[in-house]
């Protein structure tokens, strides 16, 4: 039998008085996607960095196809063939694919850089990684994704046998997410390993050939991919998935969002945009509303619609809040209405990352905090204060620049900003994507308590597992449409059959 391509054994490292890691034991085949998994603080990062070269262990041993090896820098590492694509890329956004692929490696001859021919040879390397892409593009011109996928090229550009991938998926869209997968599959068909770490549960059954778990700076278990989500919680967080979410709504209050067989006109159409066509739904004080399907039936267009963003039109049928027919279709009526909106991208489109936590918080009500023009300092200070103290930003920094921030804080930070205003319905797209089982514990706790101050919440999320614990009713979308709602008291598989099946019935 041949020796594992990976072997970590016993590793420990201390900083200072921390214990991060305790004894921690890990091995990857040639071929295989090894997806870890483990909550902010559970030593995935630390572990990672010792594979790396970026982190030298205090005992324990490295070993690389049988052979053992001692990594004192990132070029040890990569010389033994292991590269690491982090979470904030390390890519040259001022230089073109093709320089970046074969950085501080570039291609020359009689000491003179030979531009074409590494176009070329960066060329081959994207369409090895499944990439179709222009060598000569820059990389401050692509879209996350292609960032992504270009800094896999990266990596086979090094040779790698060994790729460790840092939450590649998290600032991805759905179709970007997709075409992620399928390089990874090829990476592994061409005998590849790679370690896959992600805070996203539904990517493990998709992606993983083993899932090792964990918490505390130790390996809490092994799960094969086909593992219940109940029990991929368990061992992340050491209590039942049922623990995660908070007790349902005894009762609700008088309706807030009314739509009956609803449509959206966009004013300009756009290939791919689901505009919502025949929607049907009630969102009451204090209840919160899930909105589940598959991938492209509408969720997001829906949300964005209601809200104006994303796409400026006209809405037809009723569409009524509090009551009273309503004119939504632009950011501002939106606001006017009394709606806020947490986009499923925060990096993107939530948060201005290189600004402040203060600057992100105030930026919904920056007239109210500068009368007649002026800054009221004390009040700004007043403003940011409550509200990192109240959603918990951590940590407690107004000066803080937010692309400093982890996953879970963030999405604090976009929360805190949408209801400086007082909102009365709250609608969420994805709310905790890219976030820890822990951060996201905390987020359904806020959610039930918003609700529970008379708050009304739509959320769509691509987790049903989330929509089913969190929710007091769900409705079901196809094809721009809500074909279905169901109780708190729906099972997985019946709301999933609805999603997956043709059958339409009508949404209440």
């Known amino acids: 039998m041949s020796p594992a391509l990976l072997g970590l054994h016993d590793v420990q490292k201390w900083f200072g008085g921390v214990?991060?890691?305790?004894?921690?034991?890990?091995?990857?085949?040639?071929?295989?996607?090894?997806?870890?998994?483990?909550?902010?603080?559970?030593?995935?990062?630390?572990?990672?960095?010792?594979?790396?070269?970026?982190?030298?262990?205090d005992a324990g041993e490295i070993r690389i196809a049988g052979e053992p090896v001692r990594f004192a820098s990132p070029r040890d590492a990569h010389a033994a063939g292991v590269a690491m694509i982090p979470q904030e890329l390390d890519l040259v956004p001022g230089l073109d694919i093709a320089a970046n692929l074969f950085l501080g490696n570039e291609i020359t001859g009689a000491g003179v850089l030979q531009g074409r021919r590494m176009r070329d040879a960066a060329q081959e390397l994207l369409a090895k990684a499944g990439v179709a892409l222009d060598a000569g593009l820059l990389v401050s011109s692509l879209r996350?994704?292609?960032?992504?996928?270009?800094?896999?090229?990266?990596?086979?550009?090094?040779?790698?046998?060994?790729?460790?991938?840092?939450?590649?998926?998290?600032?991805l869209s759905s179709v970007e997410a997709d075409h992620l997968m399928r390089v990874v599959r090829d990476l592994k068909a061409r005998g590849v390993g790679v370690v896959y770490i992600s805070h996203r549960l539904e990517?493990?059954?998709?992606?993983a050939d083993r899932v090792t778990v964990m918490r505390d700076g130790q390996v809490v278990g092994e799960c094969?991919?086909?593992?219940?989500?109940?029990?991929?919680?368990?061992?992340?967080?050491?209590?039942?998935?049922?623990?995660?979410?908070?007790?349902?709504?005894?009762?609700?209050?008088?309706?807030?969002?009314?739509?009956?067989?609803?449509?959206f006109d966009p004013a300009r159409p756009r290939a791919g945009?689901?505009?919502?066509?025949?929607?049907?739904?009630?969102v009451h004080e204090g209840e919160i509303v899930g909105l589940a399907g598959l991938m492209g039936v509408g969720r997001t267009e829906l949300l964005g619609a209601l809200y104006g963003f994303g796409?400026?039109?006209?809405?037809?049928?009723?569409?009524?809040?509090?009551?009273?027919?309503?004119?939504?279709?632009?950011?501002?009526?939106?606001?006017?209405?009394?709606?806020?909106?947490?986009?499923?991208?925060?990096?993107?489109t939530g948060l201005v990352l290189h600004h402040t936590v203060a600057q992100n918080t105030l930026m919904s009500i920056w007239r109210r905090v500068t009368p007649f023009g002026l800054a009221s300092r004390g009040l700004e200070r007043r403003r940011v204060a409550e509200a990192m103290e109240n959603y918990d930003v951590r940590p407690r920094l107004p000066a803080a620049k937010v692309v400093n921030l982890s996953g879970g804080n963030q999405q604090k930070v976009v929360f805190a900003k949408e209801l400086m205003n007082g909102p009365s319905l709250l609608l969420l797209d994805e709310p905790?994507?890219?976030?820890?089982?822990?951060?996201?514990?905390?987020?359904y706790r806020r959610l039930r308590g918003l609700a529970e101050q008379g708050l009304g919440v739509l959320v769509a999320s691509s987790e049903l597992t989330e929509l089913l614990g969190l929710c007091d009713r769900i409705v079901v979308m196809r094809a721009g449409r809500t074909v279905?709602?169901?109780?708190?008291?729906?099972?997985?598989?019946?709301v999933r059959a609805v999603c997956e099946s043709g059958d339409e019935e009508r949404a209440a």
Do not use: C
Not at 484 to 494: Q, V
């Open 19 to 57: 214990h991060a890691l305790k004894g921690v034991d890990f091995t990857l085949a040639a071929g295989e996607v090894h997806v870890l998994l483990g909550e902010n603080g559970a030593g995935k990062s630390t572990l990672m960095g010792v594979l790396s070269g970026a982190i030298v262990p």
């Open 144 to 171: 996350i994704g292609e960032r992504q996928l270009v800094a896999i090229a990266k990596a086979l550009a090094a040779d790698a046998r060994i790729l460790v991938m840092d939450e590649p998926s998290a600032a």
């Open 203 to 207: 990517e493990v059954a998709r992606i």
């Open 224 to 263: 094969p991919p086909q593992a219940p989500q109940a029990e991929l919680v368990r061992l992340l967080v050491g209590r039942p998935l049922s623990d995660l979410f908070p007790p349902r709504a005894s009762r609700v209050g008088k309706p807030i969002l009314h739509l009956h067989r609803a449509a």
């Open 273 to 282: 945009w689901q505009a919502p066509r025949d929607v049907s739904l009630t």
């Open 311 to 348: 796409a400026v039109g006209r809405w037809s049928g009723t569409v009524e809040m509090r009551g009273a027919a309503a004119r939504l279709g632009t950011i501002g009526a939106a606001r006017r209405a009394g709606i806020a909106y947490v986009t499923d991208d925060r990096r993107g």
């Open 432 to 443: 905790t994507r890219g976030v820890d089982v822990g951060a996201k514990t905390e987020i």
């Open 484 to 494: 279905h709602a169901f109780g708190a008291d729906a099972g997985e598989d019946a």
